[in-house]
């Protein structure tokens, strides 16, 4: 099956820094990418929605300036955390759809541990 | 507006039984649903997926049904073993479209005791 990755699979920084996570496709092309964010014994919650060559769409709530999102290929997407706040520490997933044919797939990376001291 | 329920949040049960995780939606016009397992710390690993005009997948210990018209699925998984711990999700695709968001239930935390 088609896989997703993503980088780092978890990070350290300090407060006030900014933390980009990448997202790829590795064998089919994405032109939408999901983002979701994660609380412990919670389920996913939609961020946004990354769409390659366009804005993303955010959902409400969702700050857009401190999570800057960027498609800037067919398999590539990155979520930039700005100015990071230990609030903001999460697992952070991403998805990317795999819109083809007669198939409507989600395909999700393995996730993203973030911790803001 | 699509809601996606799952029943028990927990359940913890002996090595060996026999067990039903249970899935409710309260649009019955969705696309596909789909079963997935996460492990502590980890993503998502996909187990059924299951297309709107069928009725279940099969997966070695593993059966999805699908009912739409009820707005339900059930993952039924046969002689349980410890390593099936884990948590369950079931997620609905509202629809074939390129505007279309799955929608995650919020889990089923499984224990298998040995």
């Known amino acids: 099956g088609a896989v997703v990755s993503q980088h780092p699979s978890w990070v350290i920084c300090k407060s006030g820094t900014s933390v980009k996570i990448e997202c790829r496709s590795l064998?089919?092309?994405?032109?939408?990418m999901f983002w979701y964010r994660q609380f412990p014994k919670q389920s996913l919650m939609l961020m946004a929605t990354?769409?390659?060559?366009?804005?993303?769409?955010?959902e409400q709530g969702v700050e857009k300036d401190k999570f800057l999102i960027n498609h800037a290929s067919l398999t590539l997407s990155t979520l930039t955390v700005t100015s990071a706040h230990p609030e903001d520490s999460s697992f952070y997933i991403c998805?990317?759809?795999?819109?083809?044919?007669?198939?409507?797939?989600?395909?999700f990376g393995p996730g993203t541990r973030l911790t803001v001291l | 507006k699509q809601e996606v329920t799952q029943i028990p949040a927990a359940l913890s049960v002996p090595e060996g039984e026999n067990l039903v995780l249970n899935c409710s939606f309260t649009?019955?016009?969705?696309?596909?649903l789909q079963w997935f397992r996460q492990d502590p710390g980890k993503g998502l690993t996909s187990l059924l997926l299951i297309q709107s005009s069928q009725r279940e997948q099969t997966s070695g210990r593993l059966n999805a049904s699908l009912d739409k018209s009820s707005g339900r699925s059930t993952l039924y998984i046969a002689a349980s073993q410890p390593g099936d711990s884990a948590t369950y999700l079931c997620?609905?695709?509202?629809?074939?479209?390129?505007?279309?968001?799955?929608?995650f239930g919020s889990g089923t935390r499984l224990s298998i005791r040995p």
């Open positions: 649009d019955s016009a969705i696309y596909n």
């Open positions: 998805s990317a759809r795999d819109f083809s044919g007669t198939a409507d797939t989600q395909y």
């Open positions: 990354s769409n390659e060559g366009s804005k993303a769409t955010y």
């Open positions: 997620a609905v695709f509202p629809g074939y479209s390129s505007a279309s968001k799955i929608i």
């Open positions: 064998d089919f092309q994405a032109t939408t």
